[in-house]
T-cell receptor, first 113, second 112 residues
Framework: KAGVTQTPRYLIKTRGQQVTLSCSPISGHRSVSWYQQTPGQGLQFLFEYFSETQRNKGNFPGRFSGRQFSNSRSEMNVSTLELGDSALYLC????????????FGEGSRLTVL | QQQVKQSPQSLIVQKGGISIINCAYENTAFDYFPWYQQFPGKGPALLIAIRPDVSEKKEGRFTISFNKSAKQFSLHIMDSQPGDSATYFCAASKGSARQLTFGSGTQLTVLP
């Protein structure tokens, strides 16, 4: 069974640009969550999606957004990139919200220059 | 406001020794406490999790001890192995949400 797949794995952007990251959950998983990991702030929750609806949102500015498609695949978007947005962005999936284990992907490492 | 405090930041243990990592939480609404292991270049992977209705849970060499009154929980790794060298994160969440609040992480090094 394939794990959580995130693309791209690495990307470099410049300040002011925008970026879209993609996540394919484990087959059969309907809930997708996104986390940001940085050396300074650690792992922080961004948002959670289930049935194409955002269920929860962390304490991030509106420049961070996401969506989920009918096949449970998810994307997150960061607009007007800032240097501080450089991070590892992790996607995690689970069968249902609040049910069972969260399975994380290997992440998309974003560098903002 | 950091809601889950983790210590120590780093830990060095000899092979065969016991590794102990501690976490303390503030929000009494938390009812799910997982521990994650992360290797360089990989995403976190769930090791073991506990709910507050039990005081201890053991899976192989990994044990969670939970003290509800003190709002503390800890991970014990028995017979630590070099392959256990990784970063360990405690976390907590409430209700049915999978909005995990993570601790700051402990970098464990097990010397051969």
């Amino acid at each position: 069974k394939a794990g959580v797949t995130q693309t791209p794995r690495y990307l470099i952007k410049t300040r002011g640009q925008q970026v879209t990251l993609s996540c394919s959950p484990i087959s059969g998983h309907r809930s997708v969550s996104w986390y940001q990991q940085t050396p300074g702030q650690g792992l922080q929750f961004l948002f959670e999606y289930f049935s194409e609806t955002q269920r929860n949102k962390g304490n991030f500015p509106g420049r961070f957004s996401g969506r989920q498609f009918s096949n449970s695949r998810s994307e997150m978007n960061v607009s007007t990139l800032e240097l501080g947005d450089s991070a590892l962005y992790l996607c995690a999936s689970s069968l249902d919200p609040g049910a069972g284990e969260l399975f994380f992907g290997e992440g998309s490492r974003l560098t903002v220059l | 406001q950091q809601q889950v405090k983790q210590s120590p930041q780093s830990l060095i243990v000899q092979k065969g020794g016991i590794s102990i990592i501690n976490c303390a939480y503030e929000n009494t609404a938390f009812d799910y406490f997982p521990w994650y292991q992360q290797f360089p270049g990989k995403g976190p992977a769930l090791l073991i999790a506990i709910r507050p209705d039990v005081s201890e849970k053991k899976e192989g060499r990994f044990t969670i001890s939970f003290n509800k009154s003190a709002k503390q929980f800890s991970l014990h790794i028995m017979d630590s192995q070099p392959g256990d060298s990784a970063t360990y994160f405690c976390a907590a969440s409430k209700g049915s949400a999978r909005q995990l609040t993570f601790g700051s992480g402990t970098q464990l090094t097990v010397l051969p």
